[in-house]
């Protein structure tokens, strides 16, 4: 049911901060513009390694829910990590009768596709993210 890794999301005060080290000590350029997501609460850019990504997640408007994070951890640090499912709605349903708690309904994530969120107490404390595997077609511009 689970395909790859996709991204391991981290929460930071400041994205433009954020992405620094990473063209500054590892030399990446490949790193996108940050882009709001207002239903999420979140301000996101994308590191893009060879092997998947890293998310820089920053609190967008009120009440985003990486704001919390934050005051636990204010330097920032780990959020989430995400793997690519084939179809959401049935990774819902399965990870559910499995015992599982999915803490919300599919909603469009960072990368245009479904996502859901599991919670951390199934997995050791990790919060855990599926999202659809985006499909991309001939038409994609991207
Ligand atoms: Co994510």
Do not use: W
């Amino acid at each position: 049911m689970i395909g790859p890794l996709n991204h391991i999301g981290i929460a930071v005060p400041c994205i433009e901060e954020a992405v620094k080290p990473y063209r500054e000590i590892f030399g990446i350029t490949d790193i996108t513009e940050p882009k709001a997501l207002p239903a999420q609460g979140v301000r996101f850019a994308f590191v893009n390694l060879p092997t998947g990504q890293v998310e820089l997640i920053e609190p967008y408007g009120d009440n985003s829910p990486i704001e919390k994070f934050l005051q636990k951890f204010p330097k920032g640090g780990q959020h989430h990590m995400c793997f690519e499912v084939e179809d959401i709605y049935a990774a819902k349903a399965h990870v559910e009768a499995q015992g599982a708690t999915v803490l919300n309904e599919p909603r469009i994530g960072a990368h245009g596709t479904l996502v859901i969120f599991i919670h951390p107490k199934n997995f050791s404390g990790t919060l855990i993210e599926l999202m659809e595997t985006p499909k991309h077609t001939e038409c994609d511009k991207d």
